[in-house]
């Protein structure tokens, strides 16, 4: 039986997905569009914040 927080699927989907925003954000930034930037910058952003909310929950269930 899993325990609930471990490490999971989308866990490890999320973490693989920030990597690949992040290196394209590299090749977003040469095309200096804002339009396209910005939304990409929040997604990243809104990823990045549910990574740190599930490590957080990961932590607290070990302790």
Known sequence: MKK???LDITFIMSTVLNIL???GLTFLVQSENLYILIPYTILIFINAVYLVVKAMNITKNRA
Do not use: D, I
Request: glycine content about 16%; charged content about 35%; hydrophobic content about 50%.
């Open 4 to 6: 609930k927080g471990e």
């Open 21 to 23: 925003f992040l290196a």
